[in-house]
C-alpha cells in the first residue's frame, strides 16, 4: 500500500538543511485548508526558523533537542475566544482546540508528501512556550511541529 498516511513517521533527527519557502507555504496552505468548527479557524499557526527561538522552545517543551535541531517548527495555537463566541464553553474548551490540531495533522501529512519529515510534540510549559512566542492570554498553544530533512 502506497498511500500517503502509511508513509508518515514521527522523526526526532534532522540534517541542519532549511526547508525552503515554496514547501513551508505549501504546507502552510495544507494547514488552512483543515476544517474547522463553524469555519471560524479558531487557530494560528506561527512557524518559527530562528535558531535562538526553537533553542528556547525545545527549552519549554522539556529539552527535545528535535526541536532545537530542525531548521522549522511550526507551533498551532488555538485561538478559545474566537470559537466561544459562537459556541460558548464548548468553542472555547474544545472546538478551538481541535481546530488547531487538525490544522496540525495536515501540515504534518503535507510535509511528508513534500519528503520532509516531522513529529508531533504535545510535551511542553504552556506558559513558557506562550512566553517565547509572544501569545497573548488568549492564544493556547496545542502543538509544536519540527519539520526538516530526516
Do not use: C, H
Not at 474547522?36 to 479557524?41: C, E, K, T
Not at 492570554?137 to 519540527?146: C, G, K, Q, S
Amino acid at each position: 500500500m502506497n498511500i500517503l498516511f502509511t508513509k508518515r513517521k514521527s522523526v526526532r533527527s534532522f540534517k541542519p538543511n532549511p526547508v525552503e519557502k515554496e514547501k513551508l507555504d505549501e504546507i502552510l496552505a495544507a494547514a488552512n485548508s483543515a476544517p474547522s468548527a463553524g469555519g471560524l479557524r479558531a487557530r494560528k499557526i506561527v512557524a518559527v526558523e530562528d535558531k535562538k527561538m526553537r533553542a528556547n522552545i525545545s527549552e519549554a517543551a522539556f529539552g527535545q533537542t528535535s526541536i532545537a535541531e530542525a531548521p522549522l517548527v511550526l507551533a498551532f495555537v488555538a485561538l478559545p475566544k474566537v470559537s466561544a463566541k459562537k459556541y460558548d464553553e464548548r468553542g472555547k474548551n474544545l472546538y478551538a482546540v481541535q481546530d488547531a490540531t487538525l490544522a496540525a495533522s495536515f501540515a504534518w501529512l503535507q510535509a511528508v508528501d513534500l519528503e520532509l519529515s516531522s513529529v508531533w510534540v504535545g510535551g511542553f510549559e504552556e506558559e513558557k512556550v506562550r512566553k517565547v512566542l509572544d501569545l497573548g492570554e488568549n492564544e493556547r498553544p496545542i502543538a509544536l511541529l519540527p519539520i526538516g530533512y530526516a
